[in-house]
């Protein structure tokens, strides 16, 4: 159907959105998937939800959907090439994922990298698969604070991610 909408204009609307950047974790066994994400927002307070776009062809989203769990970063301001070494598949050596060392979560053992400043852990309540990416929502059932940091903001990096 042709909608005759300006392509270049949805792109940058869409692009002006504000987005966080984090690190998205899931764990079956030994089974390990991480990876760079931004679509994530809260979505209610009691109970307490967070929504967030997985891709749909990625590991995360295999795990997540087999498992139903998840765990969730916040990058500090100054984390940016974090961010970064988390584009790439995940490799597991030891206790560190793409060289960054995590520990296990203190509910469902997911894997936590311990340089991100704020963490939580949250079991999936709703998945929409709409498109190439799904919508998750997940119930927040723990959270931890390592220091107060500054959020590293999706604008500030000058990557793009959207449209």
Avoid: C
Wanted: net charge negative.
């Amino acid at each position: 159907m042709e909608t005759g909408m300006d392509l270049e204009a949805k792109k940058k609307v869409l692009r002006s959105f504000t987005y966080g950047l984090y690190i998205l974790t899931a764990r079956d066994g030994e089974d390990y998937a991480a990876g760079t994400v931004n679509w994530v927002t809260q979505a209610s307070f009691t109970p307490p939800l967070v929504a967030l776009g997985v891709k749909r062809d990625s590991r995360l989203h295999e795990l997540i959907q087999r498992t139903g769990r998840l765990a969730l970063m916040t990058l500090a301001q100054d984390q940016k090439q974090i961010a970064q070494d988390f584009f790439k598949p995940t490799v597991r050596e030891g206790s560190t994922l793409n060289g960054h060392p995590f520990e296990p979560s203190p509910t469902f053992g997911l894997p936590l990298l311990t340089e991100l400043p704020y963490w939580l852990e949250a079991e999936v309540r709703h998945t929409y698969e709409g498109g190439d990416h799904s919508v998750v929502v997940a119930e927040v059932v723990e959270a931890g604070v390592r220091q107060e940091a500054k959020p590293l903001i999706l604008w500030d990096t000058g990557w793009f991610y959207g449209g």
